[in-house]
């Protein structure tokens, strides 16, 4: 569920290797786009809930991919989102053949420093954490899987682009927790292939430069306005290692290196 710009890839990449795909949108708009790609479309928005539609298409599915973010900034979208996972959760439970992999975010870990792995305990700072904290504990207690993936990039997607030309940026000493959509997407498919439910798993690149050398480097590379930040040594970042899901899947990262990811430049 979510045919957006991770959804879209992967329903491509499924349907690519024989797969029949189900997928959502909450445009109606896009219902032909995704018809005309191989995929059994229908609507599903969280402030309208489970339709029965919606009901009948999870029905007849084998794995679910529940990919839809919840809203950072606004209470009402939370409100819908956490309502909606619940009543998604109620209804799965009853589906013995189904299994879930809920496409969760790092975003779990930003009020921690120092290491942080796929078993660390989690605390929240903020409501959009304890949301997604929430959310991740509704289906792991039904033994679905959660992956988190690190900041993705890919296609024509960047953080630099939101970052180019900005000053005295804070945090210039943290790591860049970043993960490419090629292997985001190997990762769901590992999920999936060797049926690895009931995990908590965590999709990061191994290489994690500093935010204050990468993004320079990388505004440069794209013709950009680098951007600058504050002098903040002695301060202490979050660390996350995804050893175990590396060696859980036996997966190996296409790209590791965000100075080498593949991205398109915009026009």
Request: net charge neutral; aromatic share 8%.
């Amino acid at each position: 569920m979510g045919c957006g710009w991770l959804g879209l890839e992967l329903a491509k990449t499924f349907i690519s290797n024989g797969v029949s795909v189900r997928g959502s949108t909450s445009r109606k708009e896009k219902l032909p786009l995704l018809e005309g790609m191989g995929i059994d479309p229908f609507i599903f928005r969280t402030q309208e809930g489970l339709s029965e539609v919606a009901k009948a298409h999870i029905q007849q599915a084998d794995v679910l991919v529940l990919n839809i973010p919840p809203g950072r900034k606004s209470p009402e979208r939370q409100k819908a989102y956490r309502e909606a996972m619940h009543e998604l959760a109620k209804f799965s439970s009853s589906l013995s053949q189904l299994h879930i992999l809920f496409v969760s975010s790092t975003g779990v870990y930003r009020a921690l420093t120092g290491q942080a792995d796929e078993k660390t305990v989690l605390n929240s700072q903020t409501p959009y954490q304890s949301l997604l904290i929430e959310s991740e504990s509704l289906f792991q207690s039904q033994n679905h899987t959660v992956l988190r993936l690190a900041g993705l990039i890919g296609g024509q997607r960047h953080p630099i682009y939101m970052l180019q030309g900005k000053t005295d940026q804070g945090m210039g000493n943290a790591p860049v927790n970043l993960i490419h959509r090629e292997d985001a997407i190997g990762l769901i498919k590992s999920v999936i292939e060797q049926e690895a439910w009931g995990e908590i798993l965590l999709g990061v690149a191994k290489e994690k430069p500093l935010k204050k050398v990468f993004y320079p480097v990388m505004a440069l590379k794209f013709g950009l306005t680098p951007p600058s930040y504050q002098d903040d040594e002695g301060s202490t970042y979050l660390q996350l290692d995804n050893t175990y899901t590396r060696t859980r899947l036996n997966y190996s990262f296409r790209q590791d290196d965000p100075y080498l990811m593949p991205v398109e430049a915009r026009d």
